[in-house]
């Protein structure tokens, strides 16, 4: 998006005149810009009409009374480029491209696709194959259906790749506070970091919710996710979709532990991007961040009448890290006094039914519970359906007792209820209207509220410690796999730590063995056996010459019966190292879209048994390195598991980011490595098995 384009999308967004150029689904346009408000000029244009929507229709684009700012375009394909290329020469804004049949539909689509694109010019074109866009602040409509949403003068602005599910949202029935909902279709001018760039700017923007099935730019992205950041907006992402990795992986284990889906959840992590798996945790996240503002920290505080929603409460929040702390003694003295004695003093609380809807019983127990430090409040309330409501003045009651109570305390809030349809529009709108969230689902608060803290944290972490923007990196030569040996060289090179050994042709292994010392390891070398346990290349704790030929002999049986082609006079002799505190797989690579990654995971025979895997995209720094391994599951050796002994975490650190600059040293030529497994010992790690490529010119 260049400057102009820039232009022309603020005029789009926001337009004081709008040609409407089509048919059925132009009036459907104008319909809905009438309905949402829409007070600038309305354009019909259609040489088979005399009216549109009320309005008098013009013929062609060429007799409107000036170049409009904004464009619903919605005539078939060959039409429709040559009417963007009549646009865009006489200084128009925006087109939405409605008209579908481009790149989506494959090779012949694509032609004219480009077509489109060359024909836009400076034009903000978003399409085609899009819905369009709604301002919901200003009150326009670029809109070819009946929509829902609306706004308080602030909210989320949400940007799909799908053109059904932006519908789909704006009609749900959870008060998400709309700002703006873009379509972004095939997105052949502008993509959604475009419109990430700009939204993200407006004040009335107070989060970004991006559906996302594939991304174009990962450079490009970043930077506009960074800047979001920087803004204070938060991002809640929806990923769908998979697509095939940029890298190839042939050599390692790492495919299975690290494809598209993982680098996606990397790129997230480390952009401070919340990640959502559903559309409800899209809408419920957003408005709370929206209405509610960002938690500081983890410590909530519980409000319930039922023993059961402040179990629910204390469940949920233990599986995701939420901490549910304890009331101070001085809190726990006062409210003993304030609560019914059928009542107990716990946070969850379940203040129960003897004081409910007793606003002068309520409140003072509200207040005195959220006296204590937290960061975040949490009320569960399910209110009665219509016709059963002469109660809902008691459940409001309570609602009014903890607005004021949160309202005193300072703290991001929200009334849930336990199922999400138990909570009306109009209580919805209320509770919008005093700042409180109102959340459907005690899993989905939960998950928002903890979504939130992360991000919050996030955000202050790449403020302090600053974050390099992703730029990826071509291979400049044919890749090629090393042998073992090989590649401990390059290890060496780089400064990691390999076992002591030396490589022996087949009547030499007893007699190097003996040298190292025993016990040893033996292994066959080539560049064919790249999982040696697999084909039964490799012996270990061998404590005698013997022991060393018999090995020899049964290894070039092995592997004959499993590959003839892969058999060695090579063999790898290596000192036996003692037991580790825990072994990892380390695998570093360069993938065409994402750049360089990294990926951890449990190593040795654990690789494939346990599903225990972290990838981390470089370069990165030593705290999220640091909080990526503790992700770990086997990361809890680490620490003295079970009395054992901890491990130098720091020089752990430093050993992966030498192995990272490592790979990043273009005059080495590395491609991917993968460690597996690297022992992880008190004070040192040892790289006990690799597997390498490098650039052929190496």
Known sequence: MNQTQRQNLERLLNPRHLAIIGGRDAEAVAKECARIGFTGKLWPVNPKRAKIGGFKCFAKVEDLPEAPDAVYLAVPREAAICTVKRLAEMGAGGVVCYTAGFGEIGTEGAKLEEALVTASGDLALVGPNCYGVINYIDKVALWPFPHGGSSPGYGAAIITQSGMLSSDLTMSQRSLPFAYMISAGNQSVLRLEDFIDVLCARPEVRAIGLHIEGLKDISRFSEVALKALEAGVPIVALKTGSSKIGSELTVSHTASLSGSNELFQALFDRLGIIRVAHPAQLLETLKFLCVAGLPKGKRLVGLTCSGGGATMLADHAETIGLEFTRPSEETTER???????????????????????????????????????????????????????????????????????????????????????????????????????????????????????????????IRKHGIETIRPRSATGVATLVDEWEGKQHLRKIGLTVPEGRIADTSEVPEVAEKIGFPVVVKMVGKNLTHKTDVGAIALNL?????????????????????????????????????????????????????????????????????????????????????????????KLFDGFRGGEMIDMGHLITVLLDLVEGVRNETIGIVEVEINPLFVFKEKVCAVDVLMRVEAST
């Not at 010459?545 to 790898?572: G, N, Q, T």
């Open 335 to 461: 409210l003993t006094r304030l609560l019914h004695y059928t009542a107990t003093v716990s946070n969850p609380l379940d203040y129960t039914t003897p004081i409910w809807g007793i606003p002068e019983r309520v409140r003072p127990v509200f207040e005195a519970l959220l006296a204590d430090p937290y960061e975040a409040a949490i009320f569960v309330q399910d209110y009665p359906q219509s016709g059963l409501d002469k109660s809902k003045p008691y459940y409001l009651n309570d609602a009014k007792s903890f607005i004021e109570a949160s309202k005193k305390a300072r703290i991001p809030s929200a009334i849930c209820s336990t199922l999400p349809e138990n909570m009306d529009q109009a209580t919805r709108e209320m509770l919008i209207e005093n700042g409180i969230a109102p959340m459907q689902g005690i899993h989905e608060t939960l998950d928002a509220i903890a979504a939130a803290s992360w991000y919050f944290g996030r955000r202050e972490s």
């Open 543 to 635: 404590s005698s010459c013997e022991e060393v030929e018999i090995a020899v002999a049964r290894m070039k049986r092995d592997v004959e019966h499993f590959d003839p082609a892969a058999v060695s006079e090579k063999f790898l002799v290596e000192r036996m190292l003692e037991r580790p505190i825990a072994e990892l797989l380390v695998n570093v690579r360069t993938d065409s879209q994402f750049g360089m990654a990294m990926t951890l995971a449990a190593g040795g025979i654990f690789t494939e048994l346990l599903d225990d895997a972290v990838t981390v995209l470089l370069p990165t720094n030593h705290d999220d390195l640091e909080n990526a391994i503790k992700r770990l599951k086997i990361s």
